[in-house]
C-alpha cells in the first residue's frame, strides 16, 4: 500500500516537472532527490539512502550534474573524497519538488482529516526508527582491539553480514 502512493506521489511530482519544463528530470531521479536532499552528500551515502549501488547512483548524478541541477566538488576535510550540491536550478527544483508534496499532503489530509494524516506521520516515523534499531542489532559494527586489524574488520564487515538465523549473507560491493 505504501509502495502505490508513494508511486501516486512520484508520478505526480515528475508530471509537474514536465508540464514546469524540467522534463529533462525523470522518475529515477528521485532517487537522488529524496528528501532531505543531496546537498552536502556523498554519492556513496546517496546510493546508500537509495538502496542502489554506487555506479547506479553516479550515472544518475551524472545525469543530473549534465542537465545543470547538481555539481560535485572536493570534499575540503577529505581531498579524495567527492560531495555533490544543488546548483541554483537544482535548489529550485527542490523547492517546487517540496511544494507538491505539500500540497499532496494538504489533498490527504482533505481526505482523511489532519489528525489521521498526522498519526500517520508519527507511526511512519516510528517504524523508520525501529527499522534502524534492527538493522543495528542484525549488523552491528564489528569491535576490534588491535588497530592495524581495523581496516580488514571492516572490509570483512562491509562483505559479509549474518543473517537472523546465522547463515551468512554476501554483500553486493560497489
Known amino acids: 500500500m505504501m509502495r502505490v502512493l508513494w508511486q501516486d506521489v512520484r508520478d505526480a511530482i515528475h508530471a509537474a516537472f514536465a508540464e514546469e519544463g524540467y522534463d529533462d528530470v525523470r522518475a529515477e531521479h528521485m532517487a537522488v532527490l529524496q528528501h ?86 508519527a507511526t511512519l516515523a516510528d517504524l523508520g526508527a525501529a527499522r534502524q534499531r534492527q538493522a543495528r542489532r542484525l549488523w552491528p559494527v564489528p569491535r576490534v582491539s588491535c588497530a592495524s586489524c581495523v581496516s580488514r574488520a571492516l572490509w570483512a564487515w562491509r562483505c559479509w553480514r549474518v543473517a537472523p538465523g546465522g547463515s551468512r549473507l554476501r554483500q553486493k560491493r560497489d
Open 36 to 121: 532531505p536532499g543531496p546537498d552536502g552528500q556523498r554519492p556513496s551515502t546517496l546510493a546508500a539512502r537509495a538502496g542502489m549501488s554506487r555506479q547506479a547512483i553516479n550515472h544518475l548524478i551524472s545525469h543530473l550534474e549534465r542537465a545543470g541541477y547538481l555539481e560535485r566538488y572536493t570534499d575540503p576535510a577529505d581531498r579524495n573524497a567527492r560531495l555533490v550540491r544543488l546548483t541554483e536550478r537544482g535548489r529550485k527544483l527542490m523547492q517546487r519538488m517540496e511544494a507538491i508534496a505539500a500540497s499532496i499532503e494538504r489533498e490527504w489530509a482533505r481526505e482523511i482529516g489532519a489528525r489521521r494524516l498526522d498519526e500517520l506521520r
